[in-house]
Nanobody, 118 residues
Framework: QVQLLESGGGLVQPGGSLRLSCAAS????????MGWYRQAPGKEREFVASISRATIANYGDSVKGRFTISRDNAKNTVYVQMNSLKPEDTAVYYC????????????WGQGTQVTVSS
C-alpha cells in the first residue's frame, strides 16, 4: 500500500508562485516515476509534469517554462514549483506515482486545490 499526501495549494494572484509537495509513504519500493496531473471543473484530467527516479523530467505543453518538477528520493517526495501562474492554471492538482510492477495499479493522491485569481 502506498499513500500520497499533497500539500501547498491555495489562492494566489496571477503572476504569482506556489510550490506543491507530495510525500509518499508505505511501500515506497513500489514507486517508479512520480508526477502531477490537474483537473479543472468541466475538463478532463490533464498531465502536468513527471519525473523519474533518475530525475528525467517531462512537462505538459501548457506549463513548459513556468513549472519545474523535482524529486528528493531520500525523502520520498516530489515537488512542483509553479511560477508565472495564470487563471487557467486553476485546478485540483493530483500527485501520481507509477508502480514499478506493470500489473500493479498506479497510485493517486487526494488532490490539492490551486486557485489563481485577482
Amino acid at each position: 500500500q502506498v499513500q500520497l499526501l499533497e500539500s501547498g495549494g491555495g489562492l494566489v494572484q496571477p503572476g504569482g508562485s506556489l510550490r506543491l509537495s507530495c510525500a509518499a509513504s508505505g511501500s515506497i519500493f513500489s514507486i517508479n516515476a512520480m508526477g502531477w496531473y490537474r483537473q479543472a471543473p468541466g475538463k478532463e484530467r490533464e498531465f502536468v509534469a513527471s519525473i523519474s527516479r533518475a530525475t528525467i523530467a517531462n512537462y505538459g505543453d501548457s506549463v513548459k517554462g513556468r513549472f519545474t518538477i523535482s524529486r528528493d528520493n531520500a525523502k520520498n517526495t516530489v515537488y512542483v514549483q509553479m511560477n508565472s501562474l495564470k487563471p487557467e492554471d486553476t485546478a485540483v492538482y493530483y500527485c501520481k506515482a507509477w508502480a514499478t510492477k506493470p500489473r500493479q495499479p498506479d497510485y493517486w493522491g487526494q488532490g490539492t486545490q490551486v486557485t489563481v485569481s485577482s
